[in-house]
């Protein structure tokens, strides 16, 4: 893939983490707003962006192995 990702504008507060991907392609680029809750070994967020004027949201979670 010649995708490149790149995190901004992270921050940590208690158990909350929000940061900024940007992904650029081809010469575009696009910014998604990420916001998870840390519990334990777990994080559970949401991703926020817009790709082709349409504005989408995606539900996520990842666990630490």
Excluded: H, N
């Excluded at 707003?33 to 349409?54: L, N, P, V, W």
């Amino acid at each position: 893939s010649d995708w490149q990702l790149e995190i901004k504008e992270g921050e940590l507060s208690g158990t909350e983490l929000t940061f900024q991907t940007v992904m650029e392609r081809d010469g575009s680029s696009t910014t998604i707003e990420s916001k998870a809750t840390i519990a334990g070994e777990t994080m559970k967020g949401q991703a926020k962006g817009t790709r082709d004027g349409q504005d989408w949201t995606r539900e996520w979670e990842a666990e630490k192995k």
